[in-house]
């Protein structure tokens, strides 16, 4: 039997509702067909945004969402996307699959994107080919509210009144395809650009963010910091990361979505585990430049990134979801909650249709993926304060290098006095005995619900709820104990009243 320690008077941060965020761009079918499909579709629609993707979403409490890219932001040009849409610019998608952009989702259909689902905003300004010029006026059209050029061509669009922007991007991956940069080059870009995002309404600042590592890059990370912290507070407000798991360590086969074996499935979750250390790594150096830990770590872009599905557009990125896809997601989320003094949002990549989707659609057909599932249970944690918690675990695996511990948890307090507890078991053979122990603490009622199943398990547009959660009630409860039993391959939450 594995101990599940809690300690509910031990409060270690407030979980973000933004730890559980999303990630949108103008690649493969993500915005278009996933999300957007024109008020004059067949497909049910509000302002163009399709009612049952919008419905989903908000059935997991999409906190943020961030867009236009990815590598797709430092190629856009805001001013083509606003207007009469008969009248906006078409471009080709280079970095995406070379089809045709017609910028018919732009600005405004995003604010009302972020409208409909009731969330934040997040939006990535372009530098690798962007002026300042071009991004401080994206930012005075969005959000100022009284006579300037900007503020009178938004109004001229039909939109009278400003919107919120809550986080801004100076950039994305400017080490890549933002521009190709050292990070002294681009840290000096960020010094000039982030002057001209300007906090028009001094009340709400805008939550600026600059372009951070990818993956194991330590030394941009110091770099970036040590060109641009002379300055004082409000000057950079987060710092991104971006890791993607994927299950060979080979960008040209990177494995497939549906076929993978035993050996497979261990290697992909011990690479997603890998999140750990850089959030650790990272951390320490961000700890050294800001030891108040004033700027949040942004993992803007992460989740799994497999060979595409056979027959689609390479430049699609369209991937299947299966059990596998629900435990990268438990053990993401539990990592975060755990980093939650640090890491202060996170983007899942891609909302719908793109890399690990929370939604797939075929045409007029929907499907919600195993990942779905993941956050709907995960979403209690949200606005959460994190307490204490430890459990045991043991190594398990099928080959020596690729070992991971069987159990993964976080645990939270939510504002009405209830306790979350989500939980992973990474094992594919053994179902775990649990003994949860809540220090100096009745615990009056338990329930949980369950996401479990095979590994290769997903859900299909001809068979779309194989994988669904169901509740859980093998729970024994006896004083400040808890036990059950959590099976193979699964993801757990219990609502526990104390
Ligand atoms: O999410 C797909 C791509 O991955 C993004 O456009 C880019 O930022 C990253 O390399």
Request: net charge negative; proline share 3%.
């Amino acid at each position: 039997m594995a101990k599940l320690y809690v300690n509910p008077h031990v409060k270690k941060g407030h979980i973000n509702p933004e730890l559980q965020g999303h990630f949108s761009e103008h690649l493969g079918r993500c915005i278009y067909e996933g999300i957007y499909v024109g008020e004059d579709s067949d497909i049910p629609n509000v302002n163009g945004m399709r009612t049952d993707v919008v419905e989903a979403l908000k059935e997991i409490r999409v906190p943020v969402l961030r867009w236009p890219g990815g590598c797709f932001a430092d190629e856009y040009h805001w001013k083509d996307g606003i207007g009469p849409k008969e009248s906006r610019k078409k471009m080709i998608n280079t970095h995406w699959g070379g089809v045709v952009e017609d910028n018919s989702f732009g600005t405004h259909e995003f604010m009302e994107l972020c409208r409909q689902l009731g969330c934040k905003t997040y939006v990535n300004g372009n530098v690798g080919s962007g002026t300042v010029q071009e991004m401080s006026e994206w930012v005075e059209y969005m959000t100022f509210e009284g006579v300037s050029p900007m503020a009178d061509l938004r109004k001229a669009n039909g939109h009278e009144a400003s919107w919120g922007v809550d986080y801004f991007g100076v950039g994305n991956e400017n080490w890549g395809c933002g521009g190709n940069m050292r990070p002294e080059y681009y840290g000096d870009l960020y010094r000039r650009y982030q002057t001209y995002v300007r906090n028009y309404n001094s009340g709400k600042p805008i939550y600026k963010i600059a372009c951070g590592a990818n993956a194991g890059d330590y030394h941009w990370t110091d770099k970036v910091l040590e060109t641009t912290f002379d300055h004082g507070n409000g000057f950079m407000n987060g710092m991104s990361l971006h890791y993607y798991t994927l299950p060979t360590n080979n960008w040209g086969k990177k494995g497939s979505a549906l076929e993978f074996d035993e050996k497979e499935w261990y290697r992909t979750l011990k690479a997603t585990l890998k999140m750990e250390e850089l959030i650790k790594v990272h951390g320490s150096i961000m700890d050294q430049y800001d030891p108040d830990r004033r700027i949040g770590m942004i993992i803007d872009e992460w989740g799994t990134w497999y060979d595409v599905e056979p027959g689609t557009n390479p430049g699609f990125l369209y991937q299947q979801n299966t059990m596998r896809d629900a435990l990268v997601a438990g053990i993401n989320l539990n990592l975060f909650n755990k980093h939650c003094d640090r890491v202060k949002m996170a983007n899942i990549a891609q909302m719908v249709n793109v890399l690990q989707s929370v939604i797939l659609t075929d045409g007029e057909r929907m499907l919600k993926t195993p990942t779905w599932h993941t956050f709907h249970m995960y979403q209690h944690h949200q606005d959460g304060e994190l307490v204490e918690s430890s459990v045991e675990t043991k190594q398990i695996g099928l080959e020596e290098d690729y070992q991971v511990p069987d159990l993964t948890e976080s645990v939270s307090l939510d504002k009405n006095g209830r306790l979350h507890v989500t939980m992973t078991n990474l094992s594919l053979t053994e179902d775990r005995e649990i003994q949860g122990i809540f220090a100096d603490t009745t615990v009056k009622n338990v329930k949980g619900e369950i996401l479990t199943g095979k590994m290769q398990d997903h859900n299909t547009f001809e068979k779309a709820d194989v994988v669904h959660s169901e509740a859980f009630s093998a729970l024994g409860v006896n004083g400040g104990k808890v036990t059950f039993t959590i099976p193979a391959c699964s993801v757990l939450h219990l609502e526990v009243e104390v």
